[in-house]
């Protein structure tokens, strides 16, 4: 069983997600994302967490390897693939398409049952939603903090936002932006507004372009 592979991409295929990974003049043939694979490129070295599968639509009942960017990317998929009835493998991966460009909100709507997230900024049917707040609600990847409870969530998740529109990682800025927040002591009875979110992203921007110098 594989944790991890990390390698030089040498193939991508666009028709079937699949891309292939070459480590030590093994080529291993790897399952991932369309968003994932739209990112990564061609002669770049790339890790990606795995979930090995056996059977399957995509290796003719073989084993097949099912890769991702982030140890939370491979926790999320196999949160769909594990507790919705009827979403295999691939329809986890659609799953995980929606909403891994902004991870935490997706967390949060789960943790409050905020079934309009799931409908307004992931593109989920409101039948979808429902069954996956149903499924999700009570795993434990949705339970535990996702930051610290002294911070306004609903501001943390604004921010957070904003900034992977701007293209930013969200492994990147979430650290920079709890921080950035526990200074200003912006904790839950704080009050959102459009202009406190302008401000304190400004600041956060700052602080990130102080980081990469």
Not at 83 to 93: D, E, F, R, T
Not at 113 to 131: D, R, V, Y
């Amino acid at each position: 069983m594989y944790n991890y592979i990390t390698g030089k991409i040498v193939k991508k295929d666009l028709t079937k997600n699949i891309c292939v990974v070459e480590v030590n003049n093994i080529g291993y043939e790897i399952v991932v994302s369309q968003n994932t694979l739209e990112e990564i490129e061609e002669g770049e070295v790339v890790r990606f967490y795995i979930v090995e599968i056996s059977g399957g639509l995509y290796n003719s009942g073989l084993p097949t390897l099912y890769g991702f960017i982030s140890q939370e990317e491979k926790e999320i998929f196999l949160a769909f693939k594990d507790n919705l009835s009827n979403v295999g493998p691939k329809k986890a991966l659609e799953y995980l398409d929606k909403v891994k460009n902004n991870i935490s909100q997706f967390k949060t709507a789960i943790k409050t049952k905020n079934h309009k997230i799931l409908t307004s900024l992931f593109g989920f049917k409101h039948s979808s939603a429902e069954k996956i707040i149903s499924a999700l609600s009570n795993v434990e990847l949705f339970i535990k903090d996702e930051v610290e409870e002294k911070i306004n969530i609903d501001i943390y998740s604004d921010i957070i936002s904003a900034l992977t529109n701007l293209g930013y990682k969200e492994q990147q800025v979430k650290p920079i932006v709890e921080k950035v927040l526990l200074q200003h002591d912006i904790n839950t009875a704080t009050k959102k507004s459009g202009e406190l979110i302008s401000m304190f992203l400004s600041l956060v921007l700052k602080e990130l372009g102080q980081s990469s110098k």
